[in-house]
């Protein structure tokens, strides 16, 4: 399959905050590309007087310009009206209140291009061939990076549409507390399987039987069906080592999905073939699991969205950067210690199998739409012509 962004979805976006996202179709994939004058994003932040840019679309060639325009038209449309829904329930800006220069690069380059390619990526699905299901939205992301927020932006737009989503993290589907005690034990001495967060302490059989059931119309559809249910995770259980939610407090989804969206920070690793390669022998049993049921539920996926980071290292910074808040707030947190130390037993994963994410697509994702770009420690996008090469 080819990318769905046809030319026909081409657009360049223009305003006078510079430079603005240019996406479409390359070679299969598509990327954010910003034009025009480069103007640093770590700049002071100043006040917006207008709630949304001025778009000018650009019209494909050899096609009726009053169809396109048609197009065009509704997408501007939105793309003003969903800035300001955005500015107001994801920034949470108060009505009246101008957006700075940060929060506007958030909104109109990064939240809103990645609504409207998933959502062409959804009429493209609706329009082929087999009906009637919803479509996939895979985001694979580092880990505070930002997946949960996309993703509530993806679910707010989405909804003020009218279509309905069944939003999910891997982290959803992390074994029981008992079944993680256990896989412990079958892997004395790998720090790295010790605690829920690697490939291999998921239970990827329910959640590969998660994502049939949102795909099946007869579960929703049939006589006295009664939807799917998303399991829950609370991370608090244990003294937070954590533990799956009872089934009664798992997310009920009652209607067939349009979009099913699931985030994840070691989405799409690509397992390195050779054993040999590893250069910490605790990730045999991960690239063992990355080989196997994590590549079925990715060969499952439809599209992907891949945020990449110039280094893994800043996970340490924004995890700190959260523990450090909590602390500010009175509220229960890991020290700067505890910190490294959580932080540590994701890095080896991170070493090995990212920059092969970034360099040859996520796993089985050959011939699929894909929306890569790279984003700073501000969590802003990054011009594709500024994209540092990845330091593990």
Known sequence: A?????????FILSTELPPWPRFGPR?????????GPRRGLGAAPRKLDHPGPALQPVLPRGEAAAGAREGAA?????WAAWGSVLSGEIIKKPAGESLTRAEAVRVYQYYLPVYFWVNKLLEAHRAAPPSGR???GPLSCPQGGGKTT????LKLLFSKEGKTCAEMSWDDFYLTHAEQVELARANPGNGLLELRGNPGSHDTGLLLDTLET???PDAFLAPGAEGA????????AFSGRGDRKPCEEWTAIPTMPDVVLLEGWCFGFRPLESESALKDDRLVPINQELQGAYRHVAAKMQAWIVVKVESAQCVYEWREQAEASMRAQGKPAMTQEQVEDFVDRYMP???????????????TGEGKPLLDFQIDKGRNPVAQADEKPFMP
Not at 150 to 153: L, N, T
């Open 74 to 78: 509704l997408d501007l449309e939105k």
């Open 150 to 153: 996309i993703v509530d932006a």
């Open 349 to 363: 994963a991170y070493q090995h199998y990212l920059a092969g994410l970034y360099r040859h697509g996520p796993d």
């Open 27 to 35: 070679s299969g994939a598509s990327r954010f590309r910003k034009l």
């Open 134 to 136: 919803g479509a996939e």
């Open 214 to 216: 949102l795909s099946d």
């Open 2 to 10: 080819s990318s769905v962004l046809t030319p026909d979805r081409h």
């Open 229 to 236: 249910m998303v399991p829950r995770y609370d991370k608090s």
